[in-house]
């Protein structure tokens, strides 16, 4: 990843509007990860999280296969 971007597969999956409360799991190193950000922060572990994938989303490159 020589340019500095989170590269992940592409993948097709319809859009569901999320109501109030979404839950989503994650990996141990993941949320080792977050309660680390957690300490360092005045901000929730949940706001922590959305900002971190709303950062994400903005620097992914997906990685379309040819069909």
Do not use: G, W
């Not at 993948?11 to 109501?19: F, G, L, S, T, V």
């Not at 990860?33 to 903005?58: P, R």
Request: aromatic share 8%; net charge neutral; hydrophobic share 35%.
């Amino acid at each position: 990843m020589e340019d500095n971007k989170f590269h992940i597969p592409a993948r097709r999956k319809e859009k569901n509007p999320a109501k109030d409360r979404c839950n989503v799991r994650i990996t141990p190193e993941a949320y080792n990860i977050l309660v680390d950000m957690y300490n360092e922060s005045t901000v929730s572990m949940a706001q922590i999280a959305s900002t971190a994938i709303i950062y994400a989303s903005k620097n992914a490159v997906y990685d379309k296969e040819e069909v």
